[in-house]
């Protein structure tokens, strides 16, 4: 009789990575769905576009690697870092700058690192940040506008031929493109009222036009991803909690700065609380540690937002974060199993 020596831990989930990213890629549906029906086409064909030039970049890299290409493809997180791309780059965006985004979050913060589970940092986050420093005009005119806000808006064939015939800076771009109601509030707050900056076309007859609605369905899938047990609550909970703490400590005031429910349903907030900072390479590790981890990127975000440059800074919040991932996880080490804390001696 042969028997095979294995380590631990012995007991079998039947989940693997592969299935694991395929429940995130459904989860994010939802959200994907409110925001094409909301905004157009344009993040619809950037998820395409950026979940296949992901996964070119990495069956490229794992062959220079020579490392085995089909197998490895077949955990679907190159496919999960194109969606998620797709999902946070703005509609309009240029075919040429998210494929830099893709190719950076590929090649630079996952392969150069040494792959799968060797990554520090975020790649998706990384791919968003450098091209939002590289070229931030880009990167903030080119969302579209919402429905019922403009003129109607881009046909499928319109939002094909703006992606991958026009440029950022084409006059015929202006017509359907504004910045996000984060930034929008935060520029004029400080020289008009809350109920006279609202009045903009961007914030509708709620929270803000399309964006609640994007929000939520983030929401609902990531209480799917609750409910099937892919992530725990730890880091969407502390994430929101902190956020909402700061805004209600330093953004009490709607009439002098952006207001909670802006905080929380007119950026990427959902998409950042669960399916961004839950990424279990780059985060932290045990329950406690999460906690520390989840509360640091909503407090990141807020300070960024509040008073940094980018109305939006789930990248870099998250980001700012991975770096203390070693040092949070060194001091939340869970106790070692059958064992208890030492007595005091007086």
């Known amino acids: 009789m042969t028997f095979i020596a294995r380590s631990s831990p012995h007991a079998f989930s039947g989940n693997s990575t592969g299935r694991l990213m395929q429940w995130v890629m459904l989860a994010s549906v939802p959200g994907l769905l409110a925001q094409t029906w909301f905004f157009g086409w344009g993040n619809l064909i950037n ?21 085995p290409v089909r197998w490895q493809l077949e955990d679907c997180t190159a496919l999960v870092t194109g969606l998620l791309l797709g999902l946070s780059l ?16 590929i090649v630079m913060a996952k392969h150069l690192y040494g792959g799968l589970g060797n990554n520090p940092f975020n790649p998706a986050m990384v791919g ?38 026009g440029s950022a800076s ?9 910045a996000t109601p984060l930034d929008l509030y935060k520029q004029q707050i400080h020289r008009e009222l809350a109920s006279t900056v609202t009045q903009h076309p961007a914030f509708g007859d709620f929270v803000a036009r ?17 409910w099937r047990r892919i992530i725990t609550w730890h880091i969407p909970v502390s994430f929101l909690a902190a956020l909402a703490f700061m805004a209600l400590l ?40 999460k906690l520390v981890y989840g509360a640091g990127i909503g407090a990141l975000l807020y300070i960024i937002r509040a008073w940094g440059s980018y109305p939006d800074a789930v990248a870099f919040a998250v980001l700012l974060m991975n770096f203390a991932v070693p040092f949070i996880d060194h001091y939340t080490q869970p106790r070692s199993y059958g064992h208890q804390k030492p007595r005091r001696v007086s």
């Open 250 to 289: 330093f953004g009490w005031d709607p009439d002098q700065s952006v207001p909670l429910s802006l905080h929380l349903l007119a950026g990427g907030t959902m998409l950042g609380a669960f399916f961004i900072a839950t990424d279990p390479v780059s985060g932290a590790t045990s329950n406690k540690g």
């Open 47 to 67: 998820v395409l576009w950026c979940m296949a030039l992901a996964v070119g970049a990495e069956a490229v890299m794992l062959r220079i690697r020579k490392r």
């Open 128 to 165: 968003y940040a450098v091209v939002l420093i590289s070229f931030p005009l880009a990167m903030t005119t080119t969302w579209a506008m919402p429905a019922g806000a403009g003129d109607g808006g881009l046909s499928l064939w319109g939002t094909l031929v703006q992606i991958f015939a």
């Open 170 to 178: 084409s006059p015929a771009i202006d017509g359907v493109t504004m």
């Open 90 to 105: 703005p509609p309009l965006l240029p075919w040429w700058i998210s494929a830099l985004a893709v190719i950076s979050a």
């Open 210 to 226: 399309g964006w609640e609605w994007v929000n939520l369905g983030f929401l609902a899938g990531g209480l799917l991803l609750l």
